[in-house]
């Protein structure tokens, strides 16, 4: 008898199924460029100045609907990555006062950074992070120690923000950190600095009542800045008493 061999046949699904893991980061590149033309202006001082009346006065008229639209602003600002959130932490200390303006800016900018850092895992960091341990080496051996350290090594990141904020959701995709250490440690480690910006928006009032400019110099004076470094030195003790460990091991 005779028997046809029967050939594997292409999974024609492949294809599509990776442009449609890939499209939440591909929209939000998108987003990012029309934004950055069209509206990177908004997101300024002299902006907010010139509408503080018409927020204040919207904020009076509809307050919950002023505190959604809010939280849904900062959001989107955050997914797709427009500089200015800095500009937005301090209007929320500006139209809320430091509580609830501080949960609103802590809400906001973690729900964004979540879904930053699940379109980026979905789209290419998955694929990426399997790669990286099928080639193996030392790249491979670093990217196991940041697994093992990722809870300190992304609260550190976090609580001093050096590297930018839109890298600090996009490369823990890369690495396979969890889901849920990356939002516990992006929830707790932007409380500090988000309570110091909402705490300098709520003056804001005064500054524009003044004639004044506001600037963000006041953030490298001491009784700012020397907080946090504490606050990131304490977070990073773990990992270094780790490393020192190892190498007596």
């Known amino acids: 008898m005779h028997m046809e061999k029967i ?9 599509p199924s990776r442009w449609l893991r890939r499209l939440p980061i591909l929209l939000i590149l998108a987003g990012f460029a029309v934004a950055l033309i ?6 300024s001082f002299d902006a ?4 503080r009346e018409r927020l204040l006065a919207l904020r009076d008229a509809h307050f919950a609907l002023a505190s959604l639209a809010f939280i849904a602003v900062y959001t989107l600002v955050v997914v797709i990555s ?7 932490s301090l209007t929320g200390g500006f139209l809320f006062g430091v509580f609830p303006g501080t ?3 802590v809400i906001a900018a973690s729900i964004g950074a979540v879904i930053v850092f699940m379109s980026a895992r979905m789209g290419f960091g998955a694929d990426f992070a399997k790669g990286i341990e099928e080639r193996g080496g030392v790249v491979a051996r670093l990217q196991g120690q940041l697994r093992d350290n990722q809870l300190w090594v992304l609260l550190t990141m976090r609580l001093i923000p050096v590297v930018p904020f839109f890298v600090a959701n996009i490369l823990p995709a890369f690495v396979g950190v969890r889901l849920s250490t990356f939002a516990l440690t992006t929830v707790l480690g932007i409380i500090p600095a988000g309570v ?7 003056g804001l009032g005064d500054v524009f009542a003044r004639g004044e400019v506001p600037h963000l110099n006041i953030l490298l004076q001491p009784q700012f800045g020397l907080p946090l ?3 990131a030195v304490l977070a990073a003790l ?3 008493i780790k490393l020192f460990q190892r190498k007596e091991d």
């Open 229 to 231: 470094l504490g606050l």
């Open 82 to 88: 427009l500089p200015g959130a800095i500009i937005l």
């Open 48 to 51: 907010l100045a010139q509408n």
């Open 238 to 240: 773990p990992l270094v």
């Open 196 to 202: 110091i910006y909402t705490s300098l928006g709520a």
């Open 38 to 43: 069209q509206f990177r202006d908004l997101l």
């Open 103 to 105: 949960a609103y800016n």
């Open 7 to 15: 050939m594997p046949q292409p999974d024609t699904n492949a294809a």
